[in-house]
């Protein structure tokens, strides 16, 4: 067999290599109980107890207080763009959004179905390399959404706007990566499969004074309220998802949460991006104050020489180093789970290439 590869792919992405161990041992034998994890009844006590105890982690890593409910929903991230308008839009009401990249677009697209998507601002005469800043958010609005960090292009939002209105947020690509108040936002979501667990299943954490407001018919899955009435179980939920999140958040929380990790996030991508300035075989794509700590997002000066940058990756066990579609260049995923040692065989496959180019 060969050895695990540096898995740098933006989603799914890498867990740690614990959590693992302890997935393939569930999917034999859950906990001794003679069934697999991924036989066990949603309605049974042992799932029951994994999905309290991992709202609870999410309450307790995140600190938010109690006004709040913790779901874990189908359909991934990409559905929140359509259920972010259907709970908090009134009819012919407007959504305000800041436009950083595809998924903001994506998001766009959504609230544009049901009502008005109102752009406040957009980074996209720039190929999305920075965040705007000096926008104006209508006091009018239903609410306000952003993307935190912007997976396809490598920025990352520090500063969110003091509004009246709902704030929310995607935050599928750093959930979890570094400390906020997020008592600040009053909708968080996030596709599992970056930060969280494992595809198929999106994190959503409302405040629950914010819904109600709407005078739309919402469709029972698509409906946040009754959600959380049915506990996070309208329907059979995503159980193999929500206990790999149950595993990943213990061990984030074992590392001391989000204050732990966050030491070693800015570790990581420190050294990467001081690499990336200093070889001058390479740039970093992103505006430098604006440079996300979870995707890293640089290009190869001479792009003839692709393939031999793209061997000495192969070589290293290198992989999902490649940009998205939309962006080109190269894209290192460095999420929580990601260890500084796969990040040092990066710096060193990139330093190798500077040498044979010498
Ligand atoms: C990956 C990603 C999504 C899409 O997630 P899905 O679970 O595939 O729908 C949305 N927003 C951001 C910021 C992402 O990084």
Same mark, same amino acid.
């Given at each position: 067999?060969?050895?695990?590869?540096?898995?740098?792919?933006?989603?799914?992405?890498?867990?740690?290599?614990?959590?693992?161990?302890?997935?393939?041992?569930?999917?034999?034998?859950?906990?001794?109980?003679?069934?697999?994890?991924?036989?066990?009844?949603?309605r049974?006590?042992?799932?029951?107890?994994?999905?309290?105890?991992?709202?609870?982690? +999410?309450?307790?890593? *995140?600190q938010?207080?109690?006004?709040?409910?913790?779901?874990?929903?189908?359909?991934?991230? @990409?559905?929140?763009? #359509?259920?972010? =308008?259907?709970? #908090? $839009?009134?009819?012919?009401?407007?959504?305000?959004?800041?436009?950083?990249?595809?998924? @903001?677009?994506?998001?766009?697209?959504?609230a544009?179905? *049901?009502?008005?998507?109102?752009?406040?601002?957009?980074?996209?005469? %720039?190929?999305y390399?920075?965040?705007?800043?000096?926008?104006?958010?209508?006091?009018?609005?239903?609410? &306000?959404?952003?993307?935190?960090?912007?997976?396809?292009?490598?920025?990352?939002?520090?500063?969110?706007?003091?509004?009246?209105?709902?704030?929310?947020?995607? $935050?599928?690509s750093?959930? &979890?990566?570094?400390?906020?108040?997020?008592?600040?936002?009053?909708?968080?979501?996030?596709?599992?499969?970056?930060?969280?667990?494992?595809?198929?299943?999106?994190? /959503? /954490? +409302?405040?629950?004074?914010?819904l109600? %407001?709407?005078?739309? %018919?919402? =469709?029972?899955?698509?409906?946040?309220? !009754?959600?959380?009435?049915?506990?996070?179980?309208?329907?059979?939920?995503?159980?193999f998802?929500?206990?790999?999140?149950?595993?990943?958040?213990?061990?984030?929380?074992?590392?001391?949460?989000?204050?732990?990790?966050?030491?070693?996030?800015?570790?990581k991508?420190? &050294?990467?991006?001081?690499?990336?300035?200093?070889?001058?075989?390479?740039?970093?794509?992103?505006?430098?104050?604006?440079?996300? !700590? $979870?995707?890293?997002?640089?290009?190869?000066?001479?792009?003839? !020489?692709?393939?031999?940058?793209?061997?000495?990756?192969?070589?290293?066990?290198?992989?999902?180093? +490649?940009?998205?579609?939309?962006?080109?260049?190269?894209?290192?995923?460095?999420?929580?789970?990601?260890?500084?040692?796969?990040?040092?065989?990066?710096?060193?496959?990139?330093? %190798?290439?500077?040498?044979k180019?010498?």
């Open positions: 067999m060969k050895e695990k590869k540096h898995n740098f792919c933006a989603g799914p992405s890498t867990l740690p290599q614990e959590v693992f161990e302890q997935l393939s041992k569930a999917v034999i034998n859950y906990n001794d109980t003679g069934l697999s994890i991924l036989e066990t009844s949603h049974s006590d042992s799932f029951l107890e994994i999905l309290h105890k991992t709202q609870d982690l +999410v309450k307790d890593l *995140l938010i207080s109690d006004d709040y409910s913790v779901l874990f929903l189908h359909g991934g991230a @990409s559905l929140e763009f #359509l259920l972010v =308008p259907y709970n #908090l $839009m009134k009819i012919g009401g407007t959504g305000a959004y800041l436009d950083t990249g595809r998924w @903001s677009s994506k998001a766009i697209h959504e544009n179905i *049901l009502g008005n998507a109102k752009i406040v601002a957009s980074s996209k005469d %720039k190929n390399n920075y965040i705007p800043t000096n926008y104006h958010v209508p006091t009018d609005a239903d609410y &306000f959404h952003c993307t935190t960090n912007n997976t396809i292009y490598g920025t990352q939002i520090n500063e969110f706007p003091d509004i009246e209105i709902p704030l929310v947020a995607d $935050m599928s750093d959930i &979890f990566s570094r400390q906020m108040d997020f008592n600040k936002f009053d909708l968080i979501y996030a596709g599992a499969q970056k930060n969280v667990g494992t595809a198929g299943c999106a994190l /959503v /954490v +409302v405040k629950n004074s914010i109600g %407001k709407t005078d739309r %018919k919402i =469709p029972t899955l698509l409906d946040y309220q !009754k959600h959380i009435d049915n506990g996070s179980l309208s329907n059979t939920p995503t159980v998802a929500i206990y790999t999140a149950y595993l990943n958040l213990t061990w984030l929380k074992n590392k001391g949460g989000i204050q732990g990790i966050e030491v070693e996030n800015n570790r991508a420190s &050294f990467l991006y001081e690499e990336i300035d200093r070889n001058p075989f390479f740039e970093g794509t992103a505006r430098t104050e604006d440079r996300s !700590k $979870m995707n890293v997002t640089f290009n190869l000066k001479n792009t003839d !020489k692709e393939n031999l940058f793209q061997e000495l990756c192969d070589d290293a066990g290198i992989s999902g180093i +490649v940009g998205h579609r939309s962006a080109g260049g190269y894209r290192a995923s460095i999420y929580n789970a990601m260890p500084f040692e796969s990040i040092e065989i990066l710096v060193d496959t990139l330093r %190798k290439f500077e040498k180019l010498n």
